[in-house]
């Protein structure tokens, strides 16, 4: 599986973006799917993931309520609607494709994207 990411730039406080992950390949369908940010000088975190089916979904604290994860099997993408942006989301947002796990545990996922920068103005 081969994922990029896009829909990253800047945005002021408050605003919204959608983040974008495509991906190949036949079997999107049967893999997790998680995304992850980096901000410079900090470790990876984890920010939201749904499952193979979309039943389940899971997400940060720090996102809970202004982000919504979600993915559209028939396009073999999924998608990170991110609202209410504060300063404190800029980081390169990455997506993952897990084929045995949904959750938080970055080093758990076997595909990665390149990311993609989000950048909030105050």
């Known amino acids: 599986v081969q994922l990029q990411a896009s829909g990253g730039g800047l945005v002021q406080a408050g605003g919204s973006l959608r983040l974008s992950c495509a991906a190949s390949g036949r079997t999107f369908s049967s893999y997790a799917m998680g995304w992850f940010r980096q901000a410079p000088g900090k470790e990876r975190e984890f920010v939201a993931a749904?499952?193979?089916?979309?039943?389940?979904?899971y997400y940060a604290d720090s996102v809970k309520g202004r982000f919504t994860i979600s993915r559209d099997n028939a396009k073999n993408t999924a998608y990170l609607q991110m609202n209410s942006l504060k300063p404190e989301d800029t980081a390169v947002y990455y997506c993952?494709?897990?084929?045995?796990?949904?959750?938080?545990?970055?080093?758990?996922?076997?595909?990665w994207g390149q990311g993609t920068l989000v950048t909030v103005s105050s």
């Open positions: 749904i499952s193979w089916f979309a039943g389940n979904t």
């Open positions: 993952a494709a897990g084929i045995r796990y949904t959750g938080s545990d970055y080093s758990r996922y076997d595909y």
